[in-house]
């Protein structure tokens, strides 16, 4: 079975500075997903930014990429000028494809705080 | 815009009653999930429904049970809530199958707004 470690249940980071999340996971898979999602306080779940394990080039999106390790399991959110709006729950995902759809399997998540 | 509602964002229960929560997407996705959030333990899959009246179990069903009569709506049901059952409960759906590179939609999970539930 998969599992998702965030080791940092909560971060602070000071507006317009940058801040790394860390995540490890564990899988036998060769073909997988990867994701960050945000949830801020309004509870709605935001994708951040999202993974191919196939692709060896790290994604970005704006001011926030990753850093994928895929030998070392790791897959690490760096978010650039951090503002307050970044203030959020962040939960890193692994995806299972399957068959008839996939599966999303969840770390615990890191409160990040961002002050001005 | 994909939009994926949840018929209450907070629902006071007591202890032995049925209790129905209801999602509904409407973007004919095929796939449609319930998770349960609690703290420290991140987004659990509770079941998934990859089709109508199909349904999957996924890492903690025990104590719910789901309906997926019509595609854009799957139910989740409490046949006897229990104060253990008090969480957030958030519910998704996605497109089957995968797409080509770049059609970053096709495997990317669309959450509701979250049903905080209590239990007393």
């Known amino acids: 079975a998969q599992t998702v470690t965030q080791s940092q249940p909560e971060m602070s980071v000071q507006e317009a500075e940058t801040v790394t999340l860390s995540c490890t996971y564990d899988?036998?898979?060769?073909?997988?997903?990867l994701f960050w999602y945000k949830q801020p306080p309004s509870r709605q779940m935001i994708l951040v930014i999202r993974?191919?394990?196939?692709?060896?080039q790290n994604a970005t999106e704006n001011r926030f990429s990753v850093n994928f390790q895929k030998a070392a399991k790791s897959f690490s959110l760096k978010i650039s000028d951090s503002q307050l709006g970044d203030t959020a729950m962040y939960f890193c995902?692994?995806?299972?494809?399957?068959?008839?759809?996939?599966?999303?399997?969840f770390g615990a998540g890191t409160i990040l705080r961002v002050k001005s | 815009d994909v939009k994926v509602t949840q018929s209450s964002r907070y629902l006071v229960k007591r202890t032995g009653e049925k209790v129905f929560l209801e999602c509904v997407q409407d973007?004919?996705?095929?796939?449609m999930f319930w998770y349960r959030q609690d703290p420290g333990l991140g987004l659990r899959l509770i079941y998934f429904?990859?089709?109508?009246?199909?349904?999957e179990k996924g890492d903690i069903p025990e104590g719910y049970s789901v309906s997926r009569e019509k595609k854009e709506r799957f139910s989740l049901i409490l046949e006897s809530a229990s104060t253990n059952q008090t969480s957030m409960y958030l519910c998704?759906?996605?497109?089957?199958?995968?797409?080509?590179?770049?059609?970053?939609?096709?495997?990317?999970?669309?959450f509701g707004p979250g049903t905080r539930l209590t239990v007393l």
């Open positions: 998704a759906s996605s497109l089957r199958r995968l797409g080509l590179a770049g059609a970053r939609s096709y495997n990317e999970q669309f």
């Open positions: 899988t036998s898979e060769n073909n997988y997903y």
């Open positions: 993974q191919e394990a196939y692709k060896q």
């Open positions: 995902a692994f995806m299972k494809i399957l068959v008839y759809g996939n599966k999303l399997v």
């Open positions: 973007m004919d996705h095929e796939n």
């Open positions: 429904s990859y089709d109508v009246k199909m349904k």
